[in-house]
C-alpha cells in the first residue's frame, strides 16, 4: 500500500511570499488532515476534509491560510502572504473514516520562512 | 480545551535499560490515545492505540498504559536499543471530537551504546 504522498519535501520562502504544499493520502481514505509542527512543540490540527468537505478548520489562520480538496482526494494547502512564524513542518494525514480507523502520517513538507 | 504534557522533554539512556515516558492529559472524555514515534525529517509512525476502555497495550518490546481518571499514560521500553531513539509523541482523541489529534510536545529519547 502506496503512503502518504507529500510535496515539495523542503521549501524555503521570504517573508510575504506564497507558498502551497500538496498531498495525496492513501486510495480510499475518506479522511484528510493538515498539521502544522512548530520545531519543539506537538502538531496541531489545521483543517480536517471529509471527502471533499471541511469538518473542522477552528485552527486554521484563514487571513493567510487556504485549504482545499478537490474531488475528495488529493489536497493543497496555500499559505499567502508567509509570516515568519509559519516556519514549520506541515504534516498531512489521511485515514479511512471520520471515526478512528488509524491515522497514516506523510513524511511532511519542511517550510522556512526568512 | 485540552491539553496534553509530556516528561520529560528529553531523555538520554545507555542501551539495554528499561525506561518509561510518561504523558498526562487535562480532559480525561477520550475516545482513545496514542503513542507515536517521530524520526528526524520523517513522518509520524503509530506505535500503540489504547480505546479508553483499555487499561494497556503492548506491542514486542512496547507497552502502553492508560489511567483514563487521573488523566495520565504511559509509554514503558524495555531493553532500550540505538534504534529507538526518536521522538515520542502521545496523542489524544476526545470523545465527540470528530477524529482530530490532540498531541503532547514530546519526549525526545537518545539511546546511547
Known amino acids: 500500500e502506496a503512503g502518504v504522498a507529500q510535496s515539495p519535501r523542503y521549501k524555503i520562502i521570504e517573508k510575504r511570499q506564497s507558498v502551497a504544499f500538496w498531498c495525496n493520502p492513501i486510495s480510499g481514505h475518506a479522511t484528510l488532515y493538515w498539521y502544522q509542527q512548530i520545531l519543539g512543540q506537538g502538531p496541531k490540527l489545521l483543517i480536517q476534509?471529509?471527502?471533499?468537505?471541511?469538518?473542522?478548520d477552528s485552527q486554521l489562520p484563514k487571513d493567510r491560510f487556504s485549504a482545499e480538496r478537490l474531488k475528495g482526494v488529493d489536497s493543497t494547502l496555500k499559505i499567502q502572504p508567509a509570516k515568519l512564524e509559519d516556519s514549520a513542518v506541515y504534516l498531512c494525514a489521511s485515514s479511512f473514516g471520520q471515526k478512528y480507523y488509524g491515522y497514516t502520517f506523510g513524511s511532511g513538507t519542511r517550510l522556512t520562512v526568512v | 480545551k485540552q491539553e496534553v504534557t509530556q516528561i520529560p522533554a528529553a531523555l538520554s539512556v545507555p542501551e539495554g535499560e528499561n525506561l518509561v515516558l510518561n504523558c498526562s492529559f487535562t480532559d480525561s472524555a477520550i475516545y482513545n490515545l496514542q503513542w507515536f514515534r517521530q524520526d528526524p525529517g520523517k513522518g509520524l509512525t503509530s506505535l500503540l492505540l489504547i480505546q479508553s476502555s483499555q487499561r494497556e497495550q503492548t506491542s514486542g518490546r512496547l507497552n502502553a498504559s492508560l489511567d483514563k481518571s487521573s488523566g495520565r499514560s504511559t509509554l514503558y521500553i524495555a531493553a532500550s536499543q540505538p534504534g529507538d531513539s526518536a521522538t515520542y509523541l502521545c496523542?489524544?482523541?476526545?470523545?465527540?471530537?470528530?477524529?482530530?489529534?490532540?498531541f503532547g510536545t514530546g519526549t525526545q529519547l537518545k539511546v546511547e551504546l
Open positions: 476534509f471529509q471527502n471533499n468537505g471541511v469538518v473542522d
Open positions: 496523542a489524544v482523541v476526545l470523545e465527540g471530537g470528530g477524529n482530530k489529534l490532540t
